[in-house]
């Protein structure tokens, strides 16, 4: 039960720690977690035993450093995960509504409908016409070109959370393949 408890607060410890390194890492670190360095990594031998680090086996320690990672990672480059986008609208710079984020391949509102206006890779309003402007990889307006200036927004109770898009330099973001394969995967 000890060793529970000294687990636990060491996992507390690496998340402190971890959220004081987000707002710290130099970009070369950055670039380095997110190549799969892992987070704890950048920690020296002293700074492992300070935050209890070295009551942790090797097989914690990894899981630990996974974890820690992924949530910095995620923090850094403020990558929203399909979960947190589930039921939102798709919104075009323009405008025009894309659909929303369903697992339902019945709504007909949905991406996840391939015979709605939304999820058919025909209509000039979905996301999946790889030739429209919302779905092509050239478009400044499609979720899939990886330098759109104004790609589709998404609002959840109409609130804005952020964009669906390749663009890594538009934050918050979710990335539309992500988004694909969760629907795929849950519908």
Not at 17 to 28: C, E, K, N, P
Not at 153 to 169: A, K
Request: with cysteine; charged share 25%.
């Amino acid at each position: 039960m000890q060793r529970k408890h000294a687990t636990i607060g060491s996992a507390l410890c690496v998340l402190a720690l971890g959220m004081l390194l987000a707002t710290r890492l130099a970009a070369q670190d950055a670039d380095r977690v997110e190549k799969g360095a892992g987070i704890l990594a950048i920690l020296k031998e002293g700074q492992k035993e300070a935050f209890g680090l070295k009551k942790l086996s090797a097989e914690e320690y990894e899981r630990l450093d996974i974890w820690v990672t992924d949530l910095l990672v995620r923090a850094l480059q403020q990558v929203l995960d399909p979960e947190d986008v589930r039921d939102a609208t798709i919104i075009a710079d323009d405008g025009e509504i894309l659909g929303k984020i369903s697992t339902n391949r019945f709504d007909r509102e949905s991406i996840a409908n391939e015979f709605g206006t939304y999820g058919s890779r025909f209509s000039d309003k979905s996301i999946l016409n790889r030739f429209g402007k919302y779905g092509s990889s050239v478009s400044s307006t499609s979720a899939f070109n990886p330098v759109a200036s104004r790609p589709p927004r998404l609002l959840l109770r109409g609130r804005f959370i952020g964009y669906l898009t390749t663009n890594r330099s538009k934050t918050p973001r979710v990335d539309p393949y992500a988004v694909l394969g969760y629907l795929q995967y849950h519908s």
